[in-house]
């Protein structure tokens, strides 16, 4: 095997537009059938004209090679031939010369003529020379470092790009052991990779336990085995593969209690959305300040960022502002328009957003946004939602609401709205607050205490009848609840077992109450939602 690689074992040739150059060839590999073969590949050639191609035999008149495939006479000074040439075009910008030299030819040296043909780009070359045509089929294999940005939870393969600069097909062989070091691995290698192409080195990469709102970085270094010659060289690095990564826990996970506070503070600032402990009731400031004014609703979208319905946001008439799960940053997704005082948010299981407003339409009402766009649409101003300030989901099939209203008087309602915002039956006219549904389709509410009554969990029936389910105990000035998981509800309380504001979890089978936080950063706890398991 003999073959030289131009203009180097590492580099290119790069041609300004119409640009030429010439490079000797500095060992005439000829076989004993006196034949030498020239490969060349023009790089990223994206459908270009081939580069004009030129030969000089000894010292005698540069050449230009025949690009119809026709035989190129290759004089000397003394225009005796030298040799002939002869011109292939392959795939993938590949082009091909054999050099035929006569039985009696006293050839001694040759220089290539390359001459770029595009009018307006640069283009880059490399060639081979050698005396057998296999031999001039070389790859070249370049590895591009790749960096990984992992979002915990949410494992995504990651691919590592393999260009092939070279003129013959690069093969890479996969370890027995897929494991690259340091929580990296090899998930498939690409076949066979064409000249002037880049396959995909598929990789995934575990991270380490983390809390959330962590932060980890990881790296490796992997040689892999190809079929480059000189990426074969021990002291050559072209085939080792360098792949980072950053790791990084979301600052809210399946499970967790976020709420939203006014005027919460730990101290550097106040209007949060807070992510409580499910288990200890700890309490972290997620996100702060930024957009939020008046923050009084959360939702958590399919992604698993986080959708703020805030009454006073951007102009005074309030907005929907998306938090995103890794960073906490806030971006407004919609503003103005038909907001007045937003108040409430959900998204329901087909992804709809949905929002109550009680000054919106001048009596109040429900307003889907778009999640891609922010753009507002009417549901429903009918008499029936007026005055609707909280919402939740009703049947998980459909889609359908259950909306909690203002009555003029003071005094509140509830009502059932088709997904559409048509058909509305009413559920419950009495003094309370917080809204959910359980499985059996009971909509549950906190009613506040009439004379000297204790404030109570109450349920109202599909048919109309109404249970108890728990009185006093840590109730105080209850605001907000919604259901966790199917066995519990959770309620944010401004006056929690008598104290300062706190969140309370009542046990639906037999109304026990348990204080899971209170005080810390919390002031005037509104809405709470708990995070779904997310999609992957």
Request: aromatic share 4%.
């Amino acid at each position: 095997m003999a073959f030289d690689s131009y203009p180097d074992d590492d580099g290119v040739l790069d041609l300004g537009p119409q640009q030429s150059a010439e490079r000797p060839i500095t060992t005439l590999r000829f076989d004993a059938n006196r034949l030498m073969h020239l490969r060349l590949v023009q790089i990223a050639a994206g459908g270009a004209a081939p580069p004009t191609l030129a030969l000089q035999a000894d010292d005698g008149l540069m050449t230009p090679v025949d690009l119809a495939g026709g035989l190129t006479a290759l004089l000397g000074a003394d225009r005796q031939l030298r040799a002939n040439a002869q011109f292939a075009v392959e795939q993938n910008g590949v082009y091909r010369i054999r050099v035929s030299k006569t039985a009696t030819s006293p050839l001694q040296r040759m220089t290539l003529q390359l001459t770029n043909g595009h009018a307006t780009a640069t283009r880059s070359f490399r060639w081979v020379v050698a005396d057998r045509e296999p031999e001039t089929r070389q790859p070249r294999v370049i590895f591009t470092p790749t960096h990984l940005d992992v979002v915990n939870g949410h494992l995504e393969p990651g691919e590592v790009p393999v260009r092939n600069i070279g003129t013959g097909d690069l093969h890479i062989t996969a370890p027995p052991d897929p494991a690259l070091g340091s929580g990296f691995a090899l998930d498939g290698a690409p076949g066979p990779v064409p000249p002037n192409s880049t396959g995909v080195l598929t990789v995934t990469y575990t991270p380490p336990a983390l809390p959330p709102g962590g932060f980890a970085a990881a790296s490796t270094t992997y040689r892999f085995a190809t079929d480059d010659t000189i990426a074969q060289r021990p002291e050559r690095r072209d085939a080792w593969a360098t792949i980072t990564a950053t790791v990084r826990a979301p600052l809210w996970q399946a499970g967790d209690v976020l709420v939203v506070d006014p005027r919460a503070s730990d101290g550097r600032g106040s209007r949060a959305l807070i992510r409580l402990d499910a288990a200890s009731g700890r309490q972290t400031i997620v996100s702060v300040r930024q957009h939020l004014v008046s923050p009084a609703g959360v939702a958590v979208e399919a992604t698993g960022d986080v959708l703020v319905a805030d009454a006073s946001a951007v102009d005074g008439n309030g907005a929907v502002i998306r938090v995103d799960r890794v960073t906490g940053v806030q971006t407004v997704l919609s503003a103005g328009n038909l907001f007045r005082d937003p108040s409430a948010v959900v998204v329901t299981p087909q992804r709809r957003i949905v929002v109550a407003d009680p000054k919106a339409f001048g009596n109040g009402g429900l307003i889907t946004v778009d999640p891609q766009t922010g753009a507002q649409t009417a549901l429903s101003s009918a008499p029936a939602v007026q005055g609707s300030f909280n919402l939740t989901v009703d049947d998980p099939t459909t889609g359908s609401l259950v909306v909690l209203c203002q009555n003029p008087t003071g005094s509140r309602r509830v009502v059932r709205v088709d997904p559409n915002g048509g058909a509305v039956v009413a559920v419950a006219d009495e003094p309370v607050d917080g809204i959910a549904v359980d499985e059996a389709r009971r909509v549950l509410l906190v009613a506040r205490s009439v004379g000297a009554g204790p404030t109570a969990l109450v349920a109202h029936r599909p048919d109309g009848t109404r249970d108890v389910l728990s009185t006093g105990q840590l109730l105080g000035d209850p605001v907000r609840l919604r259901r966790e998981g199917t066995d519990n509800v959770l309620v944010t309380d401004r006056r929690a077992g008598g104290g300062g504001p706190g969140l309370i979890r009542i046990r639906l089978a037999d109304g026990a109450q348990e204080l899971l936080s209170s005080g810390g950063v919390l002031s005037i706890p509104l809405g709470l939602v708990v995070v779904p398991p997310l999609a992957p």
